[in-house]
């Protein structure tokens, strides 16, 4: 059948350009920064331990390892858990999110700050696991000894990453507010305009055993009457909705990769502090940039500048980099597309 050849296409492309992911998350020396990179710069004023790049990696790399068990359930298991693989696309999106919220904050200061947020929650949150841990008498006391000295640990660690902060210039409160994580996706599709906190929405759904998820996504197989009673309903993932699913997960990496491909890509000079732009508008400017019409309007030194680059011109900065330079924002460098 025809959609039973479109579905095998399908996967097989998934499991391609996952493969493709895949091998660069294994491979330490993959996705590096060009010297004269956005990224580059973003290390001024970091503390020690933090780098932007280095939290955006993190974030992707965890991404692409999710999707990879979500489709490998699918495919290698035969098996479309109608949990299962939601609940791991679930974390990819998030993470991907997290790591195009980091990317797409406010100019420098702000993705800076995002990404030491990143991690200061993460020693936040092992300082309280520990802490809980400690305290614990169903484990053994080793145990609660070396989780004591976790939660110091990591207590130490917070305080560290906040001095480190406030010597690049970073106010303290900034750094440690609280993250979360519904928040940051909300904010991140409202600036990229994407759709990261819908699919991780119904995905949050299922990982939390959430009856409204299933009825939505789920194809209803029968109804079944329990023994002294109540009714169970079983519903089923078909396999098209799975590969859909796998791809809501794709997208949102891509989004990711795409974005950080911008920031660690060489820029010209003036170009080195901007905001990142929405990975959909490369279509549109790559179709300027063959016109030859394509124009830039930036604030440099509070001054507002416009310039018409035609293709000889955007040769010398590469198409790549006028993707970097086309962004939405109000702030530092504003792109505008012309005919």
């Known amino acids: 059948m025809e959609s039973q050849k479109l579905l095998a296409a399908g996967w097989e492309r998934l499991g391609a350009r996952l493969s493709e992911l895949q091998g660069l998350s294994i491979d330490r020396e993959a996705y590096p920064l060009a010297p004269d990179s956005l990224l580059v710069g973003d290390e001024s004023g970091m503390p020690e331990s933090v780098s932007v790049a280095a939290v955006v990696r993190s974030l992707l790399d965890s991404a692409v390892d999710d999707l990879v068990s979500a489709f490998a359930l699918a495919t290698e298991a035969k098996r479309l858990s109608p949990v299962g693989i939601p609940t791991l696309v679930r974390g990819a999106i998030e993470l991907a999110g997290l790591g195009m919220w980091v990317l797409a904050g406010n100019e420098r200061l702000g993705r800076q700050e995002r990404a030491i947020r990143?991690?200061?929650?993460?020693?936040?949150?092992?300082?309280?696991?520990?802490?809980?841990?400690?305290?614990?008498?169903?484990?053994?006391?080793?145990?609660?000894?070396?989780?004591?000295?976790?939660?110091?640990?990591?207590?130490?660690?917070?305080?560290?990453?906040?001095?480190?902060?406030?010597?690049?210039?970073?106010?303290?409160?900034k750094v440690s507010a609280r993250l979360n994580r519904t928040s940051a996706l909300k904010e991140v599709d409202v600036a990229r305009e994407t759709d990261f906190f819908s699919k991780w929405q119904l995905c949050s759904g299922f990982a939390h055993g959430l009856a409204w998820a299933s009825q939505v996504f789920h194809t209803q197989v029968h109804v079944h009457s329990m023994e002294g009673g109540g009714l169970l309903t079983g519903r089923t993932l078909e396999e098209d909705r799975a590969q859909a699913i796998l791809n809501w997960g794709l997208h949102a990496v891509e989004e990711l990769t795409g974005t950080f491909a911008a920031g660690r890509q060489s820029l010209p000079g003036p170009m080195r502090d901007c905001q990142l732009s929405p990975a959909q508008r490369e279509k549109s400017l790559r179709k300027l940039w063959l016109e030859g019409s394509v124009k830039v309007e930036f604030k440099l030194n509070s001054v507002r500048r416009r310039v018409r680059c035609s293709s000889r011109r955007g040769a010398e900065w590469g198409l790549d980099n006028l993707v970097a330079l086309c962004v939405r924002s109000r702030h530092v460098l504003r792109g505008a597309l012309v005919q």
């Open 118 to 173: 990143i991690a200061y929650d993460s020693f936040v949150n092992a300082s309280k696991f520990f802490e809980e841990l400690s305290k614990n008498v169903a484990v053994p006391q080793s145990v609660r000894d070396d989780a004591a000295k976790g939660a110091v640990y990591n207590k130490s660690c917070c305080s560290t990453l906040l001095e480190g902060a406030a010597r690049g210039g970073h106010k303290k409160n």
